[in-house]
């Protein structure tokens, strides 16, 4: 067991030391400013690709500027904002067929009823978050308005201001945990994709959607809840290729491959095919793509990316 024995730094410490390691840095208050905002940890995040590799100590490659590492790190951001607009308007349109459906076909108070879904869900669990939302300090108005209304009424709201009250994690986990397949019809029907790839897709976003809601880096990242890939035959005719074994295409990478899967390139994938039910109008994609055009130096290939990803005709739809 190695012993923690590093001592925390200044910020003037934290600019030396990346100068010690060769990065170029020509206004040092300009540096200081963005790390007292940013924080240095953070920042580090985004150095790594821009270190030589297979050293033991870091030096960055040559020539690498503090704005080559700020671009970057901008870039991040932006794209973590263009993905909570896209997944939330996912999670909204689930959040309302999942109401429409339960009220529809079992009642305001249907969900209460354990056999609605699958004997493995933890419908008690389901019960306490709800009973747990509905008695903080700052309940929601229309809770207040529901108990103060309705006297005789069940403890737990109706579901349709139930599902206001969950995370869109737990409203994927509902979803995956309907019970009758002619309920899981109904949603499969609305968006078009089989029920265990609709499944797959929620949880992925739901997990996406937390790390961006939290600002964790998402360029160059390996997402641990991968998105499935939908059978041919599902399909639609301009369904782009998703490569599991992309090359770096680098000297200083020579054996590094990159699974699309597994990376930012399969969600954006997801993200667009539901949008194109939620909202065919929207220019999601068309902003996607300015947003990747304005930083032709952040690498495509670390996000998932197939070196021909433009000529897919997936991507030259217009939206």
Not at 79 to 87: H, W
Not at 135 to 158: D, M, W
Not at 206 to 216: F, Y
Not at 256 to 266: E, G, H, S, V
Request: hydrophobic letters at 40%; charged letters at 25%.
């Amino acid at each position: 067991m190695t012993a923690f024995n590093k001592p925390a730094k200044t910020l003037d410490e934290h600019i030396a030391l990346l100068k010690a390691r060769g990065l170029c840095i020509p206004d040092e208050d300009r540096a200081r400013h963005y790390l007292s905002n940013i924080s240095y940890y953070r920042f580090s995040a985004y150095t790594r690709p821009f270190y030589i590799p297979n050293e033991t100590d870091h030096r960055f490659l040559p020539e690498t500027t503090f704005d080559d590492i700020l671009t970057l790190y901008i870039f991040d951001r932006e794209l973590r904002l263009l993905l909570l607009d896209a997944i939330e308007r996912i999670e909204v349109s689930l959040r309302a067929q999942m109401t429409n459906l339960l009220a529809e076909r079992y009642g305001p108070h249907g969900y209460l009823d354990v056999t609605v879904f699958s004997d493995d869900f933890d419908h008690q669990r389901l019960l306490q978050t709800l009973s747990r939302e509905c008695s903080g300090r700052e309940v929601e108005v229309f809770i207040n308005h529901y108990r103060k209304k309705y006297l005789n009424a069940p403890e737990h709201p109706p579901v349709w201001m139930s599902m206001e009250l969950l995370t869109f994690s737990t409203v994927s986990i509902l979803f995956a945990k309907i019970r009758e397949k002619s309920d899981r019809r109904q949603i499969e029907n609305f968006y078009g994709w089989p029920f265990p790839v609709l499944r797959s897709w929620f949880r992925s976003l739901s997990d996406l959607r937390n790390k961006c809601a939290h600002h964790m880096r998402i360029w160059n990242r390996g997402f641990g809840v991968s998105a499935l890939l939908p059978r041919e035959k599902n399909r639609p005719v301009d369904w782009p290729e998703i490569d599991h074994a992309i090359p770096v295409c680098s000297d200083l990478h020579p054996n590094q491959t990159i699974d699309a899967q597994k990376r930012l390139y399969m969600h954006l994938v997801v993200i667009d095919c539901l949008i194109r039910v939620v909202c065919p109008e929207s220019r999601w994609k068309a902003r996607l793509l300015e947003l990747i055009d304005r930083y032709p130096s952040v690498s495509r290939v670390h996000m998932g990316f197939p070196t021909d990803w433009q000529a897919e005709p997936f991507w030259q739809q217009e939206q």
